[in-house]
């Protein structure tokens, strides 16, 4: 099952609770005989209707400016977007580098069907490949990309606007839908979705999901909230969650959170993050993403990486500083206590690089002003960008 290989590959879930795997064993047993995650994804007669609609949608690529910048793309390379979406990025890079060619990933079905209509417009030059970031290297080779022969690579980390703005795909905090989340739709029907998570793990495990994933501080109570919600009807949509959420807490601090624009911030939006990623295993996914980038990257090329959280930074830069990542617990994805005078002197050194990596900016890079207001939700966006030594 899905759901089990997700917290077998998860040592820092394992490390944190046991609870979690004592939810799995409850859990396999009821799944069966009552499903709470209704399905999120349209059939087969729906997606030419689905697509029209999302190609009407606009989309911002996230810090496309300095994402230009960095990638140095020149005519006749060959370039990976690791995460496609609605496809922002990898159209600018067509109209504005001649003759290049984008290999397209992406895990979500509707995101590659926008891939294949961009593939028509532009003959040979877009190649899709549905697939995770832990699928990357077999992807590749199945279309006779070798390792060592990419030119540069794009990796968005988080979920795309595409699947924000289609309330079935249960993401979206301010939209009713289904309580679903999954990345990948529709496409390993066996994986639980966060309908199943909230109404199956018990109090202990889904607190250590959101101080996990969410570094919600009121984890307990939150989880507290659920249980006692779902005693009375299982919670399948997401408003229904984001009240439970919200009535955990007094009126007059339902929104009392700030963003990075200082507007209200729902107090569910932690809680929603923190079970987006782990029903998609995002952690893992990333840390495989960022191996399988350094193994198709030739020396010389460029790395860009865009993370939306704390947690992805952090895996993100110690990933690039050359740190032993191969078993991730809560220490990879925690702030580094302030150490000694040597150990600092160890942080300057890795901020130099490691022997994959050589920074082309030491500091991250945060979108302008300006393209806040003009995108509001790539205010939390942050930019690492890499030479492949």
Not at 124 to 152: C, H, M, T, W, Y
């Amino acid at each position: 099952m899905i759901f089990q290989m997700v917290l077998r590959s998860n040592p820092m879930l394992r490390k944190t609770n046991l609870a979690v795997w004592r939810a799995w064993r409850s859990w396999k047993l009821s799944l069966h005989s009552s499903t709470v995650c209704t399905s999120s994804g349209p059939g087969p007669l729906d997606r030419s209707e689905e697509l029209s609609s999302i190609k009407k949608l606009p989309h911002t690529p996230v810090m496309l400016k300095e994402v230009l910048h960095y990638l140095d793309i020149q005519p006749g390379q060959v370039v990976l977007d690791m995460t496609f979406g609605g496809g922002g990025h990898t159209k600018e890079i067509l109209h504005m580098v001649p003759e290049v060619t984008v290999l397209a990933l992406d895990r979500d079905p509707t995101a590659i069907s926008l891939a294949e209509q961009l593939a028509k417009e532009h003959s040979g030059q877009v190649r899709p490949l549905l697939g995770r970031f832990s699928e990357v290297e077999a992807l590749l080779s199945s279309v006779n990309i070798k390792p060592g022969s990419i030119d540069a690579v794009l990796l968005d980390a988080g979920c795309s606007s595409m699947q924000m703005d289609q309330a079935d795909r249960g993401f979206s905090l301010s939209k009713d839908g289904p309580l679903d989340m999954r990345m990948d739709g529709e496409r390993y029907p066996d994986m639980p979705c966060a309908a199943d998570v909230v109404n199956t793990l018990d109090q202990q495990a889904l607190a250590s999901i959101l101080t996990a994933y969410g570094e919600e501080r009121h984890a307990r109570k939150i989880a507290s909230a659920i249980v006692e919600a779902r005693r009375v009807n299982p919670i399948t949509r997401t408003q229904q969650l984001a009240d439970v959420v919200a009535g955990s807490f007094p009126a007059a601090v339902v929104y009392a959170r700030k963003d990075r624009l200082q507007r209200p911030a729902h107090v569910a939006t932690k809680t929603f993050q923190a079970l987006r990623i782990f029903v998609n295993d995002e952690m893992n996914e990333l840390h495989a993403g960022l191996r399988a980038a350094r193994a198709g990257l030739r020396p010389g090329g460029h790395l860009c990486v865009i993370t939306f959280h704390s947690l992805e930074d952090r895996l993100v830069k110690r990933f690039l500083r050359g740190e032993n990542l191969s078993n991730l617990d809560q220490d990879h994805f925690s702030p580094r206590k302030k150490g000694s005078g040597k150990e600092k002197l160890m942080d300057v050194k890795r901020d130099c690089g490691s022997a994959h990596w050589l920074p082309l900016r030491r500091k991250v890079i945060t979108p302008e002003k300006d393209d806040v207001k003009e995108n509001p939700r790539g205010r939390s966006a942050k930019l690492r960008a890499a030479l492949r030594c």
